[in-house]
């Protein structure tokens, strides 16, 4: 059985708000995490006076390496208390916030797994095959909308398993998700198709439309899913279906909404849309604060390759000549 961790220094109840709140914009916040938040509260626990309000010299003393003490452990300090600063600030909270880099960030190596839609399509047909499980008979329809919903919409696993019935207007076949990263709430539409397996679904699981406080996806134990175990069971899905990365593993969760905005950019190049005019339409609809944001997210369709000679022929004739020189 796991061990529970728990914040027993300063302010318990605010940091497991804090974890739980990065939870729902679907960070997993493994054990490691969990004991540097642990140890943030503990540390504010042996400050003198109220130290809800992180001062400069608390935060300073708090990431201040220790003798011989590692760059990446002083790193771990260095993020928790920024992230913790930023979300005391977001609750209207004073908190200094300690600048993003004290060194050079690391460049990153990561490439996101961009899923096709024929995998899509075997991953979606096993969550449809799957039998009915253990914990109750409302797992398989549950996750059978649940990729559904985060293949088509392409919102974080957290924001879409915070929805509740009333964020769900499957009369206009529309999505509010309230509060999501950097507290905005937006609208996404959902097309018909979705919206109408979603009916479906509702039926399904017994779902009560007029219960607005209900969970559009209600555990099995009363509540909400945790996004982790939502991840690991889309995870064995997706291995199910023989997706996975090139080590053999299977693509994260969030890898779908990568997915999700590669496919926008490809149905754009289709329909002949200017893709950076439009770029700002799909940033709103992720939830980005900017087109910055969404163009890290876009990568280049293998399927478009071939095109890309014939669709820039006439903005740049002669600029890459076909002769050898």
């Known amino acids: 059985m796991a061990v529970e961790i728990i914040?027993?220094?300063?302010?318990?109840?605010?940091?497991?708000?804090?974890?739980?709140?990065?939870?729902?914009?679907?960070?997993?916040?493994?054990k490691s995490r969990l004991y540097l938040v642990r140890r943030l509260s503990r540390f504010l626990a042996g400050r003198d006076g109220d130290e809800r309000v992180l001062t400069r010299d608390v935060v300073e003393d708090f990431v201040r390496p220790g003798d011989g003490e590692s760059t990446?452990?002083?790193?771990?300090?260095?993020?928790?208390?920024?992230?913790?600063?930023?979300?005391?600030?977001w609750k209207g909270i004073e908190a200094w916030v300690l600048p993003d880099r004290l060194w050079p960030r690391q460049s990153s190596t990561f490439i996101p797994r961009i899923i096709t839609a024929q995998e899509m399509a075997r991953i979606i047909a096993c969550a449809d095959a799957r039998p009915a499980s253990r914990c109750g008979p409302q797992t398989q329809p549950v996750y059978a909308m649940l990729v559904r919903l985060?293949?088509?919409?392409?919102?974080?696993?957290?924001?879409?398993?915070?929805?509740?019935?009333?964020?769900?207007?499957?009369?206009?076949?529309?999505?509010?998700?309230?509060?999501?990263?950097?507290?905005?709430?937006?609208?996404?539409?959902?097309?018909?198709?979705l919206?109408?397996?979603?009916?479906?679904y509702i039926v399904a699981i017994g779902l009560?439309?007029?219960?607005?406080?209900?969970?559009f996806f209600p555990s099995p134990r009363g509540g909400r899913y945790n996004p982790g175990s939502a991840t690991t069971h889309i995870q064995g899905l997706m291995l199910q279906a023989d997706v996975t990365t090139a080590s053999g593993r299977a693509p994260r969760a969030h890898d779908l909404r990568h997915s999700y905005a590669v496919a926008c950019l490809r149905k754009m190049q289709i329909s002949g849309v200017d893709v950076y005019a439009t770029l700002p339409l799909l940033a709103t609809y992720m939830g980005h604060?900017?087109?910055v944001s969404t163009e890290y997210y876009l990568r280049l369709d293998p399927s478009a390759w071939g095109n890309i000679d014939q669709l820039m022929e006439g903005a740049y004739t002669g600029v890459f000549p076909h002769e050898e020189v």
């Not at 990446?72 to 600030?89: D, N, Y």
């Not at 919206?195 to 479906?200: I, K, L, S, T």
Request: proline share 4%.
């Open 195 to 200: 919206a109408a397996y979603a009916r479906r």
């Open 7 to 30: 914040f027993d220094g300063a302010f318990p109840e605010l940091f497991s708000e804090f974890v739980e709140y990065k939870r729902n914009l679907g960070y997993v916040y493994p």
């Open 289 to 291: 604060a900017d087109i």
């Open 150 to 193: 985060l293949w088509c919409c392409g919102l974080r696993i957290g924001e879409a398993l915070s929805l509740q019935i009333v964020d769900v207007d499957l009369a206009n076949a529309v999505i509010t998700v309230h509060k999501a990263k950097h507290n905005r709430t937006r609208l996404v539409p959902m097309s018909e198709s």
């Open 208 to 215: 009560i439309p007029e219960d607005h406080g209900a969970w």
């Open 72 to 89: 990446g452990s002083v790193a771990g300090r260095h993020g928790i208390v920024r992230q913790f600063a930023l979300f005391l600030r």
